[in-house]
């Protein structure tokens, strides 16, 4: 087996286990493999072991390799999922081409992803995320906006709102982790008792991703511990 085929093998291990060890059904958490500045060739390599989801946070390179893939393999059938920051003069590809965006952090951006998702494609999956930490530093809406952008998200068209992302300040103490993913879970199900159907939670990356699990992520999203090291252009 290839090396990524190995560490794919190996996350998929880690999630099992943590879902065990938190009581969960087996399968119960989607492993987004982060795909960033990786290139197509990773991607497929990847995609052969089994892997249907990928992450990108760059769009000009998701592009490219996006419709590089497509073209070129057509025969794998690909989930992508667009988790990097958006700014509103940037939402049309993104429209056109992922399934998934999980850093909606205003209504704006909705607003414009509803306008732009072409008819023939089904709704565009949307997470909204949260800056649960509280970081200047940080994308997203406060925990006290969540609410209201959510009702606002939900009724636009072409959209379907399936749940919360975060990306918590970075820590080693377990315990930090869990209050974080916790506030993240607690969050959805304020949501939810306001009658709105939320059935993800986007939150874990491969530091982190245990104490996630644990706390109900049904997304994590890992790219390191499957590609390796990233090497960004200077």
């Not at 009581?23 to 249907?52: H, M, N, W, Y």
């Not at 667009?82 to 951006?109: C, M």
């Not at 491969?206 to 790219?223: F, L, N």
Request: hydrophobic share 45%; net charge neutral; aromatic share 4%.
């Amino acid at each position: 087996m290839s090396p990524i085929s190995d560490n794919l093998q190996a996350v998929r291990a880690q999630i099992n286990s943590a879902e065990q060890q938190a009581g969960r059904a087996p399968g119960s958490v989607c492993l987004v493999a982060v795909s960033k500045t990786f290139p197509a060739d990773a991607v497929i390599e990847a995609a052969r072991a089994g892997q249907r989801d990928f992450g990108e946070n760059y769009l000009q390179e998701a592009q490219d390799k996006l419709l590089l893939i497509r073209n070129q393999h057509p025969e794998l059938a690909l989930c992508w999922h667009f988790i990097g920051p958006l700014q509103s003069n940037k939402t049309r590809p993104v429209a056109e081409y992922f399934d998934w965006v999980h850093s909606v952090d205003r209504l704006k951006i909705a607003q414009r992803l509803s306008e732009q998702r072409p008819d023939h494609l089904s709704p565009l999956n949307i997470c909204l995320q949260i800056n649960v930490s509280g970081e200047s530093s940080k994308s997203g809406a406060s925990p006290q906006e969540a609410l209201a952008l959510a009702q606002a998200v939900k009724a636009l068209p072409r959209l379907r709102l399936r749940g919360l992302m975060a990306v918590p300040e970075a820590t080693e103490d377990p315990a930090a982790q869990h209050a974080a993913f916790a506030s993240l879970r607690v969050l959805a199900e304020q949501i939810r008792s306001h009658g709105i159907a939320l059935d993800t939670l986007s939150m874990g990356m491969s530091a982190d991703m245990q104490a996630a699990i644990s706390e109900g992520s049904t997304m994590v999203r890992i790219g390191t511990a499957i590609f390796g090291k990233r090497h960004y252009a200077a």
